[in-house]
């Protein structure tokens, strides 16, 4: 298991990956679980499976395809991560955060994360979006930052800046699209769990009264590792059910898919929307 990546070797990887295709992105997009079919929307798309990539971390998660999608979305050059790995499934901080500095080396300016997440706040409904302003580091606060290890000063700083995470322009932008295509956004704060088990009805209740909108298993790692190395980030969450505060409902994985297919259409006006007004 790889606990640090040299630069050296994040670029072997990198130029691998850019042989594949014959596009220079400038936009990267991480699709959470269930909402893969975003992916499908790519025009004259290269397709490269992780497993064909040495040294890629590969999905193992049920709802994560596994494939590097490489083409144009409305207009733009995207390089589209359709799935990704989580620090549940046995793999390392570095590894999780692998693929976004090899998009940061690729020379991805923008990152558009996703993921399917659960409610804390009780106004939000199944299918609905969230814009992420802001995140609580909870996995972070316990040690597993993705920036331990020696710093790779050239990507970014020892101690890097966390007051403005997710880029004010590019939620403005999305926020925009939403009023115009009629699409119900929220905008509030995700935060981040180890996993893989849900939460119990206390830990929902804590998570509320110290700030959190949304909870889920991703994301966070990959937004510092993008900030560090000055990658502007655009944060949306899929809600995926309703918030469990008295225990009386059951969370389950199945659920979590089945509210992507009600997400994926609306995750992909918006995102659609942005692209074009970049």
Not at 66 to 77: L, M, S
Not at 182 to 208: M, N, W
Not at 210 to 235: K, N, Y
Request: contains cysteine.
């Amino acid at each position: 298991m790889s606990e640090y990546y040299p630069l050296e070797q994040i670029d072997r990887i990198a130029d691998f990956v850019r042989s594949k295709y014959s596009y220079h992105p400038r936009v990267g997009i991480i699709l959470g679980s269930g909402l893969g079919a975003l992916a499908t929307s790519v025009e004259s798309a290269s397709i490269i499976p992780y497993g064909n990539i040495e040294g890629w971390p590969v999905s193992r998660g049920v709802g994560h395809q596994g494939h590097q999608v490489v083409g144009k979305f409305e207009g733009k050059e995207v390089i589209v991560m359709q799935g990704r790995v989580h620090y549940y499934e046995g793999y390392s901080m570095a590894q999780v955060v692998l693929p976004v500095r090899v998009l940061q080396r690729l020379g991805v300016e923008i990152l558009i994360v996703t993921n399917a997440a659960g409610a804390v706040n009780p106004s939000y409904n199944p299918g609905d979006l969230m814009l992420i302003s802001d995140h609580i580091n909870l996995i972070g606060m316990a040690g597993l930052n993705p920036l331990r290890g020696s710093n790779l000063d050239e990507l970014g700083p020892r101690f890097p800046d966390m007051s403005q995470a997710y880029d004010k322009a590019l939620m403005e932008l999305a926020g925009k699209v939403a009023i115009e295509e009629k699409i119900t956004l929220h905008e509030g704060v995700y935060i981040c769990l180890a996993g893989p088990s849900f939460e119990t009805p206390a830990d929902l209740r804590f998570l509320r009264i110290i700030g959190a909108d949304a909870v889920g298993m991703s994301t966070v790692p990959e937004v510092i590792t993008a900030r560090h190395g000055g990658t502007r980030v655009l944060g949306i969450s899929g809600i995926s059910n309703k918030a469990n505060l008295d225990g009386e409902t059951v969370t389950t994985h199945e659920e979590v898919l089945e509210a992507g297919q009600k997400i994926a259409p609306k995750l992909t006006t918006l995102i659609r929307g942005v692209l074009r007004r970049l």
